[in-house]
């Protein structure tokens, strides 16, 4: 037999790992020449991305940007000797950009014409031969520039957490702001649906200790739509037209079009359909079979019906279950069925983060005291939302890029604009380039929303649970 | 025979027994669904005792622990602590979690919070304690369980019994009467039940009323005034520790502790 004894005297020091398996040599030895069927499949692959980058560039480097038609825009590319498939035209975009972005909203003409001397009836008839358009679009547009600026102002402090707090005033108000830039019309409107929600947040602080914590939710929803649906009307015309008012040119709803229509109704879903899918997921969970029963049907419901017949619904139908002569405005209805329908699908992300928790979480809150309401502000729903922030965010993404559909309901999204565009004789026959434009700005914000996502997944990491 | 809990002799000076009731438990039952967990239990614990439940898996032990803080529902019989009957009354539930602390075979510390947070958050948010008085509660406990420099640091960083001594931190900073621990070291490796033992035990010297449910019978031995054996859902026998493994006078009793000391 053989002797199994073994001592080590002496404990081995660390060595560097060989130069072949580390730095950029040892990743693409990994990750790209690993054997040889890996290695031909990276050379077939590169040279098919090359070929593809070269084919788009050779179709999309052509000099038509200042083109007045397609037909100006084939005779320039045919000046250049270009012999590929087709070339393509650019003086589309230069020509319709801003109303890709903001429809047919009206110009503050007044105001252009002040800057420039132009009179107003010139600065309608053609902008941009009298202002620079960097200029039209900046201050022709400021209401809606403003509404933007103020959106991101006013999410500043939800998303990043360095913002000043007392930015969250701007987040309070800002909605009411927006509407009241985006439609104009009074100040007073808007204000006073603020003031309903005021009333409905002092309905339950004062109703909460007296009467618990059920009755104060219900008087703080119910206080409100008295107000709306009766108060808050007379109590805006009467402050209308009284000194302390700020009026603004009324903007009717068919006015609203291109992205900016893509981008208040996405955000309105976005930031309706999170609170709205949480109660609901809270609701499926619940132990009262009526409530659960509700957010089930819902759910299941709005999940099974495709949003283009909920958008015909919201176009045609709901007109038949108002009053005669109300007028329930069209954006307004398309942004509720955009948000029931993002809601449906969010109760259902938030729901599988909420069933990924271990059951011993909400025992331990449960042992510490904690009610249920607390219990889900402060420990459940950090957890699940964070569990559940890529699907949060696929959701979002898939809710924006769905508010293309409004076009079916005549709505002047961009893809509702890109055919209006067609129909011009001009450009009667361009395909390729409005939706690569198109697809630029959605791109750009679906994946800002992305890289978002993935920042706040590293930020919230803790540990390795 | 079993291993001590602590190689140290226990201070046995503020260990009393007082004749002030914690819990009174009166003919309680409970099922899951047909199956009837526990039948007939029948315990009154003084403030100040020590109680060990031990018993085969199944037994009910668990549960009945977690009748007490009602995270199981009892169907028959009453459970009165601290004064309060437990029914489906909140506001008694409630009052009764404030005054029971409880500790979980698998920690459930809150991991998207850090160890202070997790110690400072039912104070804040249950007892309305301002942050500051709760944050230096937090770390007086933190101390006393050994790990006050881990208090920004978030539960998954720390090792099991680092853990599970946050999560005794947690409890008391409620300033609990009652302290219930369901099998506090059945998920630790062997050299991280010693912290955790010796956390217990320092507690138990101070004269916290304590219920256990754990397979530590050396702890059992060293500290519990009484035993409890629990089989099938009832209560088979109970003793003070050294009559209990000493002369257990039940066949189940016999057997149980055959398997778990006899090797």
Known sequence: MSNIEFVRTEMLPEKEP????????????????????????????????????????????????????????????????????????????????????????????????????????????????????????????????????????????????????KLLIVTVLF???????????????????????????????????????????????????????FLSGSAASIFAGSPIDLTLEPVSSRQFGGFFLSISIGVVAILGSLPLGIVLALGRQSDLFIVKALCVGFIEFIRGVPLITLLFVANNLLNIFMPPGTNFDVILRVMIMVTLFAAAYMAE????????????????????????????????????????????????????????????????????????????????????????????????????????????????????? | MSELATAREIDRSKMKVSDEVAIQINNMNKWYGTFHVLRDINLTVNQGERIVIAGPSGSGKSTLIRCINRLEEHQQGDIIVDGTELTSDLKNIDKIRREVGMCFQHFNLFPHLTILENCTLAPIWVRKTPRKEAEETAMHFLEKVKIPEQANKYPGQLSGGQQQRVAIARSLCMKPRIMLFDEPTSALDPEMIKEVLDTMIELAEEGMTMLCVTHEMGFARQVANRVIFMDAGQIVEQNEPEEFFNNPKSERTKLFLSQILGH
């Open chain 1, 349 to 465: 992300v938030v729901r599988g983060g909420l069933a990924a928790l271990p059951k011993g979480q909400y025992e331990a809150a449960d042992a510490l005291g904690l009610d249920y309401w607390k219990a889900q502000r402060l420990i459940i729903m950090p957890q699940a939302l964070k569990i559940s922030i890529p699907g949060i965010v696929s959701t979002f993404i898939g809710v924006f890029k769905d508010t293309t559909l409004v076009s079916i309901i005549s709505l002047m999204d961009p893809i509702g604009l890109s055919n209006a565009i067609r129909a011009n004789q001009e450009w009667n026959g361009i395909v390729w380039e409005l939706y690569a434009f198109i697809a630029l700005l959605f791109f750009v914000v679906c994946f800002s929303m992305s890289r978002y996502s993935m920042f706040l997944e590293r930020k919230l990491q803790t540990g390795h649970k």
């Open chain 1, 175 to 229: 909605p009411f702001i927006d509407v009241w830039l985006m439609w104009g019309g009074s100040i007073w409107g808007p204000a006073m649906a603020f003031v309903g929600f005021v009333l409905g947040y002092f309905a339950f602080k004062i109703l909460a200790p007296i009467a618990g914590t059920l009755i104060a939710v219900i008087m703080s929803a119910v206080v409100p739509i008295i107000w709306w649906l």
């Open chain 1, 18 to 165: 060989p130069a072949s398996t580390v730095g950029p040599i040892g990743w693409m030895r990994e990750n790209l020449f690993n054997g040889i069927w890996n290695s031909i499949i990276t050379v077939l692959f590169v040279l098919a991305i090359v070929w593809t980058v070269l084919s788009l560039l050779g179709w999309g480097i052509q000099p038509t940007w200042n083109a007045k038609s397609l037909s100006e825009c084939r005779e320039i590319i045919a000046a250049t000797g270009y012999t590929g498939h087709s070339g393509a035209c650019w003086g589309v975009i230069n020509d319709r950009w801003l109303q890709l972005l903001y429809g047919f909203y009206p110009l503050d003409a007044n105001l252009l014409s002040a800057v420039s001397g132009a009179s107003a009836a010139e600065i309608l008839a053609d902008p941009r031969a009298h202002v620079a358009t960097p200029i039209v679009m900046i201050l022709g547009y400021w209401r809606l520039n403003l509404a933007i600026i103020l959106l991101f102002v006013g999410l500043a402090p939800v998303l990043i957490e360095r913002a000043p707090r």
